[in-house]
């Protein structure tokens, strides 16, 4: 069955250390992976995609097929990184997704 | 210009009753979809339109849960006899088919409705 999980519900680090917010996704096509991310009384929005092989405020993922993993990570946390994370899979050739059931990342002073 | 929107923000409702859920997509967006958003559950897919294609509807939980979008623009969530269980967040999202060969689907999010049931 295809599936995403997350399995760390909350993830607290220190401002300046590094951060990887874990995914691993079960799926039998070719994934299209994302990671969404919600701030404190804002929408839920796009942080980046597997395709692109982007670097958004410092974050990064890499899809590992092998693993099947698509961990957001960087080097060094900040304050503002403090919300909730989301990893998403998109079905090859459709618009349905599944997302996992999110990270609140803290960072503490 | 305008993102998503939805109506009410907010509903109290009383079990057994029937609610509707607004969305309104940005103008032009060809894909909109309905989750749900539960504590501890993440996102839950409902269900999405895209264009003139018959709606993939795998996701609703029960068939007191329906759907329809009027116009290729707006759509309205219906759940029929409301139960405590249906208590969450509904989310809309909307999202652009490009013409070219890469599919723009960056799903932008409405700020949601909170659903009580009492």
């Known amino acids: 069955a295809q599936r995403v999980t997350q399995p760390e519900k909350l993830l607290s680090v220190f401002k300046g250390a590094p951060v990887e917010l874990k995914c691993n996704y079960s799926?039998?096509?070719?994934?299209?992976l994302f990671w969404y991310v919600q701030y404190s009384r804002q929408r839920l929005q796009l942080l980046l995609r597997?395709?692109s092989r982007e670097s958004i405020k410092g974050f990064t993922a890499d899809l590992n097929k092998g693993e099947t993993s698509f961990h957001l990570k960087k080097p060094f946390a900040q304050e503002e990184d403090s919300a909730m994370y989301y990893c998403?899979?998109?079905?090859?050739?459709?618009?349905?997704?599944?997302f996992g059931t999110g990270t609140r990342l803290k960072v503490l002073a | 210009g305008a993102g998503v929107s939805q109506s009410p923000s907010n509903k109290v409702t009383e079990k057994g009753k029937d609610v509707e859920l607004r969305c309104d997509p940005i103008?032009?967006?060809?894909?909109l979809y309905w989750y749900r958003q539960s504590l501890g559950q993440g996102l839950e897919f409902l269900i999405y339109?895209?264009?003139?294609?018959?709606?993939?509807k795998s996701g609703l939980p029960s068939d007191r849960f329906s759907a329809e979008r009027t116009g290729g623009s707006v759509s309205t969530l219906t759940i029929q006899r409301t139960q405590q269980e249906d208590s969450a967040v509904y989310l809309c999202?909307?999202?652009?088919?490009?013409?070219?060969?890469?599919?723009?689907?960056?799903?932008?999010f409405g700020p949601g409705t909170r659903l009580t049931v009492l």
């Open positions: 339109f895209q264009g003139n294609s018959a709606p993939d």
């Open positions: 999202a909307s999202s652009l088919r490009s013409s070219g060969g890469f599919i723009t689907d960056t799903q932008y």
């Open positions: 998403a899979l998109k079905f090859t050739g459709t618009y349905k997704y599944i």
């Open positions: 799926y039998s096509g070719s994934p299209e």
């Open positions: 103008s032009g967006h060809t894909a």
């Open positions: 597997h395709i």
